[in-house]
């Protein structure tokens, strides 16, 4: 399924209980291998920055329902930059795709800094468009958003069980590799854990039933958007 010549998945999200999630990660752990980027049974570290703008876009059209609606975000895994990813995640009502291109660490570097002239030629289209957004539409570095994932792929459908656990939110600085970044908790882990459920045309069965949550409903969950409510609660004091 395509929309706008961009190939879109449905993404399902829920908040779980702690006795939920335990119950659930021991069924699906049973079944579905760990994601092979995993280092240990808790998953790998994801962190990233996210860019919005100058009248905050992601944030509002996020919280006002808005049909179609998309965000810039540079992520990087367990800390490193290795491996760091230039991401555009659009939503168009329950469907969700994600662009990447690769970002070289001297390039992050320049985008942090405010120069933004080192990826206006970049071979990606993806890194053109930030470009165009940071130069020409104003958009500026917004929230860095951290947590642990614990996935769990199933090859028959491209499907993807995630465990979102640790969720904070950066709040002394933008730059994803600050030796001295400071993070506040933005979702307390011994209430409640992000379940998603990602897939392409159709849930195999197998998997349905596991993952279908017996108390928990379906919720419009943004970790962009509970991180930036952490960061404006940590700056009231």
Do not use: W
């Not at 995993?38 to 990233?48: E, F």
């Not at 070289?104 to 985008?111: F, L």
């Not at 199933?154 to 979102?164: A, E, K, L, N, S």
């Not at 400071?182 to 882990?189: G, K, N, Q, V, W």
Request: aromatic share 12%.
């Amino acid at each position: 399924m395509e929309f706008m010549g961009r190939p879109l998945r449905h993404e399902f999200k829920y908040y779980l209980h702690p006795h939920e999630y335990l119950s659930m990660r021991q069924r699906v752990a049973s079944l579905l291998p760990l994601d092979p980027y995993s280092q240990n049974a808790d998953g790998y570290g994801i962190r990233s920055l996210y860019f919005d703008s100058p009248v905050d876009h992601a944030l509002y059209d996020k919280t006002n329902g808005i049909f179609g609606r998309e965000k810039f975000r540079i992520r990087i895994y367990n800390a490193s930059d290795s491996s760091i990813k230039l991401e555009r995640k659009s939503k168009y009502g329950d469907y969700v795709s994600k662009e990447s291109a690769p970002l070289t660490r001297p390039e992050y570097e320049n985008i942090v800094h405010g120069d933004a002239s080192s990826i206006a030629d970049s071979p990606h289209p993806l890194v053109r468009d930030l470009y165009r957004a940071l130069t020409y539409k104003g958009f500026r570095r917004a929230a860095i958003v951290d947590y642990v994932r614990e996935a769990y792929v199933y090859d028959y459908g491209d499907v993807r069980i995630t465990f979102d656990k640790k969720l904070s939110s950066g709040i002394n600085s933008l730059d994803l590799f600050d030796p001295g970044l400071a993070f506040r908790e933005a979702l307390d882990d011994s209430t409640r854990t992000i379940l998603e459920i990602k897939f392409n045309r159709f849930l195999p069965e197998p998997v349905r039933l596991i993952t279908t949550p017996a108390a928990s409903v379906r919720s419009t969950i943004s970790k962009y958007v509970i991180c930036r409510e952490a960061a404006k609660l940590h700056f009231k004091r």
